[in-house]
């Protein structure tokens, strides 16, 4: 009896047109690991896709090959075909015209033959891809628009779910899922070692270490066990630039930046005994430092990292170039933070989420805690 990992790899041999994806509000180890993927299928000549809703090539992870490749939208297109009997009478010529509302097509039959309408008939193909791979995505919802424009397709196209997180519902047809491994990446390169390990290359292992490192932190948070020390080994022993990785993730920051960063660290606020936490940064704040908004995009990664007490974490952003205020929220806990809050129209996925608001920034702070205070209090303990 085949394996779960030997059906994968099967699966994959077969496929030829293929689209990996992950979720809206992506991870570092999903983005990198979907590039690491992309790559090792290129080199065993797939022809392969990238897509994930809405994507903008993140500042910090522009180092990594080929993240310009990664589309912000799905485009895939049924086709319809028209299957027309030729058993008994042969085609002599095939023509067609274009009217407002049709196509009609002419058929001539050879020899003084005659077509009957029993000898038509017509069907959809299924799409442009014949596999769809997820990389660290929990449920098929949290690719967004991706998924929900294009609900049919992911419903009629197999699909292989890749991940490490413990919440994963494991959707796809076929599931690779390692709740102890450290990342997705993990994950990832254990099955491409056992799919041609000949493939790896140095740019596929400097994707996947660059997903171990974000995913852990550079080692500081997550399931650290001595197989994730041996991957990230074998990995740098592949190539991959583990000095290059660290310099892009962690010391690569302007002044701007690390000044932003200064003033979300000095209005540091807690509540609910320490369980939440949050920040804020006005315009003010962008005009004093000349920084931008998404130049703070990973302080909350750093919070969760040196705040380990916290359960929810927030940073509220005043955007500088019109009236909106950004609410990021992260969970560090167990704790499902969309189904949180939801009802303020926030959009993203277990651990993650945001929205924007109209409200003054003092005025949206003080329901927004408010409201998570009191979803924490009914929480079981």
């Known amino acids: 009896m085949r394996t779960a990992e030997q059906q994968i790899i099967d699966t994959v041999q077969k496929a030829q047109n293929i689209l990996i994806s992950f979720k809206e509000n992506y991870t570092g180890d999903a983005l990198a690991s979907a590039l690491a993927?992309?790559?090792?299928?290129?080199?065993?000549g797939?022809?392969?896709?990238?897509?994930?809703?809405?994507?903008?090539?993140?500042?910090l992870f522009n180092f990594l090959p080929h993240i310009h490749d990664i589309r912000p939208e799905l485009k895939t297109a049924q086709k319809f075909i028209i299957s027309l009997a030729t058993n008994n009478v042969n085609v002599k010529e095939i023509s067609y015209r274009r009217l407002p509302d049709k196509l009609e097509f002419f058929i001539t039959p050879d020899n003084g033959g005659v077509f009957k309408?029993?000898?038509?008939?017509?069907?959809?193909?299924?799409?442009?891809?014949?596999?769809?791979?997820?990389?660290?995505?929990?449920d098929l919802e949290s690719l967004g628009a991706l998924y929900t424009d294009n609900t049919d397709f992911f419903f009629s196209v197999p699909m292989i779910n890749i991940d490490h997180h413990s919440d994963n519902e494991a959707y796809g047809q076929m599931n690779c899922i390692n709740i102890t491994a450290l990342a997705t990446a993990q994950v990832l390169f254990d099955l491409l070692k056992n799919f041609a390990p000949a493939q790896l290359d140095e740019r596929i292992a400097t994707c996947l270490l660059t997903g171990i490192i974000s995913e852990s932190k550079s080692f500081r948070v997550g399931s650290l066990t001595p197989r994730s020390l041996v991957a990230a080994s074998e990995l740098?022993?592949?190539?991959?630039?583990?000095?290059?990785i660290v310099r892009h993730l962690y010391q690569h920051r302007d002044l701007n930046t690390l000044k932003l960063w200064g003033r979300v660290l000095a209005k540091l606020k807690s509540?609910?005994?320490?369980?939440?936490?949050?920040?804020?940064?006005?315009?003010?704040?962008?005009?004093?430092?000349?920084?931008?908004p998404e130049q703070i995009n990973d302080i909350i990664e750093e919070l969760m990292v040196n705040v380990p007490d916290a359960?929810?974490?927030?940073?509220?952003?005043?955007?500088?170039?019109?009236?909106?205020?950004?609410?990021?929220?992260?969970?560090?806990?167990?704790?499902?933070?969309?189904?949180?809050?939801?009802e303020l129209g926030a959009s993203g996925d277990?651990?993650?989420?945001?929205?924007?608001?109209?409200?003054p920034l003092a005025e949206l702070e003080c329901d927004v805690i408010a409201h998570l205070k009191q979803k924490l209090e009914k929480l079981p303990i």
């Open 37 to 44: 993927l992309y790559l090792f299928l290129k080199k065993i």
């Open 350 to 359: 277990k651990g993650r989420a945001g929205f924007a608001s109209n409200k």
């Open 271 to 292: 509540d609910a005994d320490g369980k939440i936490i949050w920040s804020t940064l006005n315009k003010f704040d962008f005009e004093k430092t000349g920084g931008a």
């Open 236 to 244: 740098v022993e592949l190539g991959a630039e583990r000095e290059r």
């Open 117 to 138: 309408h029993e000898h038509i008939s017509s069907h959809a193909t299924g799409h442009d891809y014949d596999l769809i791979i997820t990389i660290g995505t929990s």
């Open 311 to 342: 359960q929810i974490i927030l940073l509220f952003v005043e955007q500088p170039t019109n009236q909106h205020v950004r609410v990021s929220i992260r969970a560090t806990k167990n704790i499902n933070v969309l189904d949180m809050v939801k």
């Open 46 to 59: 797939k022809r392969t896709h990238i897509a994930a809703a809405h994507f903008s090539p993140p500042p």
